[in-house]
């Protein structure tokens, strides 16, 4: 059975960091491209990270440019969201998502993704 699990979610006060993990099972995650979703209360699932399945090719929306780095280790099946610098608006249950092939779709289109995880709870507070 394929399996996505994030880990690392936390409370943590402004201008502090988080590391997410997104550890498969059940199949190797090198033949899959990864991306981070977040969805905060009462909005919707938003796409703000991506990593090619070799690691090539990032993205990220335009809010965590800078802040936030994605990176994969394919020998341990894990792909990490390093987050710095967060913010309050960062709040959100954080998601990682597995997609084969992109059936054309944009990166940041959950409807891609076939896999997830079920989600890790970050909290921005002081």
């Known amino acids: 059975q394929l399996q996505l699990v994030e880990s690392g979610g936390g409370l943590v006060q402004p201008g502090g960091s988080l590391r997410l993990s997104c550890a498969a099972s059940?199949?190797?995650?090198?033949?899959?491209?990864i991306a981070w979703f977040r969805q905060a209360p009462g909005k919707e699932r938003e796409g703000i990270s991506y990593?090619?399945?070799?690691?090539?090719?990032?993205n990220y929306v335009d809010s965590v440019k800078g802040r936030f780095t994605i990176s994969r280790d394919n020998a341990k099946n894990t792909v990490y969201l390093q987050m710095n610098s967060l913010k309050p608006e960062d709040t959100a249950v954080y998601y990682c998502?597995?997609?084969?092939?992109?059936?054309?779709?944009?990166?940041?289109?959950?409807?891609?993704?076939?896999?997830w995880g079920q989600g890790t709870q970050v909290t921005v507070s002081s």
């Open positions: 990593i090619s399945r070799n690691g090539g090719n990032t």
């Open positions: 998502a597995a997609r084969f092939l992109s059936y054309g779709l944009s990166w940041s289109q959950a409807d891609g993704y076939n896999n």
């Open positions: 059940g199949f190797t995650l090198n033949g899959y491209a």
